[in-house]
């Protein structure tokens, strides 16, 4: 396993509530994997796959309109990160 960078905050997207649905009835699950890829190329695998690039209070969140200065929507905490492996 390779963990290309670790997640900045805790993860509270919109998900996680049961307001919004569960994909399990009564059980909230964050959605982690559902926009991840891999393709093979060349001699490296290139992997997109999401992460918490971000981290601020409650009251900064409230503060700046539910976006923690513009590094999140309000109701998703995750980025896009792409990156490369390849064998030594």
Known sequence: MHIAAPGVGPE???S????????TPGVPRPRWGDYSAAVPWG????????????SC????YKA???TCGSTRTALATWDTRISAVSAP
């Open 57 to 60: 209070t409650f009251s900064q």
């Open 64 to 66: 700046t309109n539910f």
């Open 43 to 54: 001699t490296a695998v290139w992997l997109g796959a999401e992460y918490i690039g971000q």
């Open 12 to 14: 509270d997207g919109f």
């Open 16 to 23: 996680n509530y049961g307001l919004f649905g569960p994909v």
